[in-house]
């Protein structure tokens, strides 16, 4: 799989791509991810599941994704030290994609800038912005056609909404 993420940061580089180019992974061994990282050359590596070293792994920042469910799920979050952070839904045995969304009572007094994730589509991501302020927003399944099949259309209408309710 770093084959083909690698190929694809070069194709997105060589066709000029503006945007952030962020590495998402699950549990990563830490010593694994230097070489990773070199060939692949992301603005920012997004890491679900167990985490507790680096806020930084070399120059790459570390966007530290936590699943948020139940007021406990909001500890880890005030603890991690960085300010980089993506809030996605829990789902038990999942780590995103799930269509789901964060209950918003447990986003107030979040304590920090956020990447909100988790069910996030067109259809609804003007009116959570506006409720909930995040920094940013994170979309995968909400806006397939089928299974890792994004729908161009629907990429284009999320970013519409998102920008206008900023």
Do not use: C
Request: proline residues 8%; without cysteine.
């Amino acid at each position: 799989m770093p084959e083909r993420a690698a190929e694809l940061s070069g194709e997105l580089r060589q066709i000029g791509f503006a945007g952030k180019l962020v590495l998402v992974t699950v549990s990563p061994a830490p010593e694994t991810l230097p070489p990773i990282l070199e060939r692949i050359a992301p603005d920012y590596i997004q890491i679900h599941g167990e985490w507790s070293h680096e806020i930084a792994v070399g120059s790459v920042p570390v966007l530290r994704a936590f699943p948020l469910g139940t007021v406990q799920d909001r500890i880890p979050i005030s603890e991690w030290r960085a300010d980089r952070i993506l809030i996605d839904a829990r789902v038990e045995g999942m780590m995103g994609g799930t269509g789901k969304t964060v209950p918003e009572e447990l986003l107030a007094d979040i304590p920090r800038r956020f990447l909100l994730a988790g069910g996030l589509n067109p259809g609804n991501v003007a009116d959570i912005i506006r409720r909930v302020h995040p920094w940013g927003v994170d979309v995968a399944s909400g806006v397939e056609e089928s299974p890792g099949k994004k729908d161009h259309g629907a990429v284009n209408i999320f970013v519409r909404e998102a920008r206008a309710a900023s």
